[in-house]
């Protein structure tokens, strides 16, 4: 349904309604599917426990150009990594250089990294004696044939340090990724992530 006008007193019809909802900015993406031990749906968030990859399915679609992903993830010390995938598989090609500017209250870092295969899209801090990180992804142009882009920002932290970071990248393939896997350099991760799909 179009965008409409709407007068004092006019008494809305349910399409009407549901219409508005579901245009009203972020709208949660509901998985059609997750896979990984310990990773499970709970209403719209993927929930991680104990796992070496998570893979989240159904959330990218024809309905929607760009997508808000908001995590909160917690590691031993290692890197994430992040993939985009297709309904059948991970897409491990085409990455370009991702980038990330760092500021913590201990050391001074710097990073970038050009990992064909997946985007260690944040240096995601799950490193140093950093155990948590939590933040948001932009995605852009996933279900496409098209470049995909990301842009994001991350908070991470453990007792005694905390970091800002800034990243972004580009898939410079054209498969029309439907979701993403997130996965450590080693070891397993916990978590959730929530996707939401921004009004066209």
Same mark, same amino acid.
């Given at each position: ?37 310990? =990773? ?20 990218? #679609?024809?309905? /929607? ?5 908001? *995590? ?6 290692? /890197?994430?990594?992040?993939?985009? &995938? ?22 001074? +870092?710097? +990073?970038? !990294?050009?990992?064909? =295969? ?5 240096? +995601?801090?799950?490193? !140093?004696? =950093?155990?948590?990180? /939590? ?13 995909? +882009? ?13 970091? &800002? ?24 991760? #916990?978590?959730? =992530?929530?996707? *939401?799909? *921004?009004? &066209?």
């Amino acid at each position: 349904m179009a965008d409409q006008t709407f007068t004092a007193g006019q008494i809305l019809t349910a399409a009407q309604m549901t219409t508005l909802q579901s245009n009203a900015g972020l709208t949660p993406m509901t998985p059609s599917s997750v896979s990984g031990t310990g =990773v499970t749906i709970v209403g719209n968030t993927t929930t991680i426990a104990a796992a070496s990859t998570a893979s989240i399915n159904g959330v990218f #679609t024809s309905a /929607y150009t760009n997508y808000l992903v908001i *995590y909160n993830l917690t590691a031993a010390t290692t /890197y994430m990594r992040l993939r985009l &995938k297709t309904a059948s598989a991970d897409i491990s090609t085409s990455y370009g250089a991702t980038m990330a500017y760092i500021v913590d209250n201990s050391t001074a +870092w710097s +990073w970038l !990294n050009a990992g064909a =295969v997946s985007w260690n899209a944040t240096n +995601w801090l799950i490193s !140093n004696g =950093v155990s948590g990180v /939590y933040g948001q992804i932009m995605v852009f142009n996933p279900n496409l044939a098209a470049n995909t +882009w990301i842009d994001g920002s991350a908070n991470a932290f453990n007792s005694t340090n905390s970091a &800002k970071l800034t990243f972004g990248g580009r898939n410079a393939g054209t498969d029309q990724a439907t979701g993403l896997t997130l996965f450590p350099d080693s070891g397993t991760f #916990t978590g959730t =992530v929530t996707v *939401y799909g *921004y009004r &066209k």
